[in-house]
């Protein structure tokens, strides 16, 4: 485990992005230029002589102490399937970053490149914490009144009740430790709030984690609905952690951050279709402003894989250059606050806690 004294070491996949490597290393530069408590190293895996030829090109030269390049030729695309790229490609840039976690030389990975492939080789070369199955991805989600965790959204398109059980826990302390939120609420997604709804897998769920919350063990406020996401606090039906598959979140996930983006658009579109309208924006600046910081989903630019023994993080295969310098910062937090050796920490306090509250565990728990 890395000394958390330390400056952090993260190892960026340079070569994984839809955008090319000049848009990830603009970020990472723009992210290493930014004022941090601790001044984080990384490490650049990708195509040496790309990585060397763009580095001279953008402004490296203020941060250059602070970064190492690690050549690794080959590059695993999006369409390729997870299996046949790990077989064949093993010195590709995502599976040398993953690598390097492995080895000790870097403290976390992160890549924009096929969500498949990262989560079978964070779950094959680093392998899951005592208890787990499968890592989960989780996501900070932005609102106007508060934040909250959704998980998990894509890492277990399939996942069996033991898992999604083991991402509501997982879910409860990343909140706990990321947004300082006491005592989470954890919600599980369904398509109603009253008992019987849903399909098998979510009342095998839901049962379980009233088990859980009877012994104290997490904080479960129960099935919640679509419409609740976004509803503010002082209604009483808003939860901290939103729980559901990872078919279903991922889906979730691109669809509110296309209608965010549809939005915004609409909005500059409606306010400019006059010289009226215009005119008043000039009043409007400020509170345009403030909306606008509060749902920017570019400050949440990495998504921490959670659940395994090293740290990953996912970005959006189209991040621009904010985005991933965003990622960045949000990594080298995680690292430096020590939230994977507390998770793993915690993960162990509450499987125990949960064979000692199953009396009678279901069948396939």
């Known amino acids: 485990m890395r000394d958390i004294g330390q400056p952090p070491v993260l190892a960026v996949d340079v070569m994984g992005s839809d955008r090319g490597p000049g848009e990830i290393l603009e970020g ?3 992210a290493l230029n930014t004022r941090t408590t601790v001044p984080f190293r990384v490490i650049l895996v990708g195509d040496g002589e790309t ?7 953008r402004g490296f030269r203020s941060v250059v102490r602070r970064v190492e390049i690690f050549h690794a030729a080959e590059v695993i695309g999006m369409e390729e399937s997870p299996t046949k790229a790990l077989r064949q490609k093993k010195h590709a840039s995502m599976a040398q970053a993953v690598e390097l976690v492995k080895e000790g030389r870097a403290d976390g990975a992160l890549s924009c490149g096929n969500t498949g492939a990262l989560v079978a080789l964070g779950t094959i070369r680093l392998r899951p914490m005592e ?5 989960t991805l989780a996501t900070v989600i932005p609102a106007i009144d508060r934040h909250f965790v959704l998980l998990d959204v894509g890492a277990n398109p399939a996942p069996t009740a033991r898992q999604m059980v083991h991402s509501a826990i997982l879910g409860s302390h990343y909140s706990s430790v990321a947004l300082r939120t006491p005592s989470p609420q954890i919600g599980l997604l369904s398509i109603g709030t009253e008992e019987g709804k849903g399909n098998g897998l979510v009342q095998e769920v839901h049962e379980t984690l009233k088990l859980l919350a009877s012994k104290q063990i997490i904080n479960y406020r129960g099935l919640i609905e679509g419409f609740q996401l976004f509803q503010a606090p002082a209604d009483g039906s808003s939860v901290d952690v939103v729980v559901c598959d ?3 979140g991922n889906v979730l996930l691109k669809a509110m951050e296309s209608i965010a983006k549809r939005l915004k658009t609409f909005l500059r579109k409606e306010l400019m279709r006059n010289p009226f309208r215009a005119f008043g924006c000039l009043f409007l600046g400020g509170a345009l402003r403030n909306i606008r910081m509060k749902l920017n989903a570019e400050r949440y630019g990495a998504a921490p894989l959670l659940g395994l023994k ?3 993080f996912k970005a959006h295969g189209a991040s621009n250059c904010r985005e991933i310098c965003h990622a960045v910062l949000i990594a080298q937090r995680f690292l430096r606050a020590g939230m994977d050796e507390e998770l793993h920490r915690q993960v162990l306090q509450a499987q125990e806690l949960l064979r000692s509250a199953e009396e009678r565990p279901p069948e396939n728990f």
């Open 131 to 135: 208890g787990l199955d499968r890592p």
């Open 310 to 312: 090293g740290s990953i």
């Open 51 to 57: 990585i060397r030829s763009a580095i001279g090109e």
């Open 28 to 30: 990472v530069r723009r």
């Open 246 to 248: 990872g078919f279903v």
